[in-house]
């Protein structure tokens, strides 16, 4: 198999978390993949791990497992979008003639976003005549309506090409029911879903909170983008006041902003880097709530499942939960916590309410059995081999 992805290991970011968890089931049953990614220079837009770890240009590499990584060149950026943007266009162009050079592969697995390497995918799967698997982890081209991040007559491109690619896929793979059945609904048969997850045996069961504190802490571990609406969860501490403190890890677009509103309010708010491994576990064991975030004025987003939301499950922790469609059945079939609206005068009053009752914090263990049950990635991976032999019985390399 060849996949193009436009992040993969070292980094740490979502398509690189969901790939390096399939990959290790994948390979643990013999499979065989080669890895076309940039040189890891995420999240900073230039490399930052010693170059024996993050990979060169043209380089082959050794994977975690037994996957063979190619390395394409990257153009560095900061958190502009344009910049991002030409980054993702001339590594998803190089992407192709490098895949030409990987063993020739039975199918070739793509993960969006990024959007251009989905046309890289295309590309390579036509030139090397096997069945193309698109994976759309966001609601692609639907998110660009609602951002409106694209307009006019480039935003007909992108949305005409997106829908060219998903079109012509032999098989579109979804991470939520929603889309999925968004996708049918305009015709596409070829759709299956295999969600985000992780594996729960790699997480830690954590221990109720203290009965009693003296401050309350809220938590939120991820992307710090105009996605999440994180303004809220600030303007909401800052209601609140010292009697509590919120922790805001990760980074992204947003952040400066971000920083600059919670002076501004005075707002109890601590930044953190991403973090990794046991720090991220010791923040988890500090918080009484972790909150999962989408903005609702963009309706793409009721049909999409913020990643750390498994986690954040798995670990047991009372969910602040500012989602609205599908995300929000999840929270509720696993009764891990409360769904408030995106206004900060809600997420304070439930605060309050959390910080005056804390028995109110004490969770069962609903929500990690729920993980095993629908998000382990042992489960999901052998879905996702299944859906690829079964593509390959039904369109055999021998025919293209």
Request: charged share 25%.
């Amino acid at each position: 198999m060849t996949l193009l992805a436009h992040s993969y290991w070292p980094e740490n970011s979502p398509p690189q978390r969901r790939w390096t968890a399939l990959l290790r089931e994948f390979c643990a049953f013999g499979w065989e993949f080669d890895v076309v990614t940039p040189v890891a220079h995420f999240p900073a837009g230039r490399r930052e791990l010693p170059r024996e770890i993050a990979g060169s240009a043209f380089r082959r590499q050794e994977g975690q497992f037994t996957e063979l990584i190619r390395r394409v060149p990257y153009l560095p950026h900061g958190n502009s979008h344009l910049a991002r943007l030409f980054d993702q266009c001339f590594s998803a162009a190089l992407s192709v003639p490098l895949g030409l050079l990987t063993r020739r592969p039975d199918v070739v697995i793509v993960t969006a976003p990024s959007l251009p390497i989905l046309a890289a995918g295309y590309l390579l799967a036509r030139l090397r005549r096997v069945p193309l698997i698109v994976e759309m982890r966001d609601a692609w081209p639907d998110l660009a309506r609602d951002s409106r991040m694209v307009r006019g007559r480039v935003k007909s491109v992108v949305e005409t090409a997106v829908e060219f690619v998903q079109k012509h896929a032999d098989l579109v793979v979804t991470v939520t029911e929603g889309f999925a059945h968004t996708l049918r609904s305009r015709g596409l048969q070829n759709v299956a879903t295999v969600s985000n997850g992780l594996h729960v045996d790699t997480i830690p069961v954590m221990g109720p909170p203290a009965p009693e504190r003296d401050v309350f802490e809220a938590l939120y571990l991820g992307n710090h983008g105009e996605s999440q609406r994180l303004d809220v969860a600030i303007r909401a501490s800052a209601l609140v006041g010292d009697a509590m403190r919120l922790h805001l890890v990760g980074h992204g677009t947003q952040s400066p902003a971000l920083e600059k509103l919670a002076a501004e309010l005075g707002a109890p708010v601590t930044f953190h880097p991403p973090l990794h491994g046991q720090d991220v576990m010791d923040r988890y064991a500090s918080a009484d709530t972790c909150i999962v975030s989408l903005r609702d004025d963009w309706k793409s987003f009721e049909t999409t499942i913020p990643s750390k939301t498994y986690e954040v499950l798995a670990v047991g922790r009372h969910v602040t939960a500012v989602v609205k469609g599908e995300a929000a059945r999840i929270i509720e079939d696993a009764e891990a916590g409360d769904i408030v609206p995106s206004n900060p005068e809600a997420v304070a009053a439930l605060w309050r309410e959390l910080a005056a009752d804390r028995s109110r914090l004490v969770r069962s263990e609903a929500s990690r059995q729920w993980v095993k049950e629908h998000a382990d990635y042992t489960q999901l991976a052998a879905r996702y081999m299944e859906l690829i032999s079964e593509l390959l019985v039904k369109s055999p390399t021998t025919q293209r």
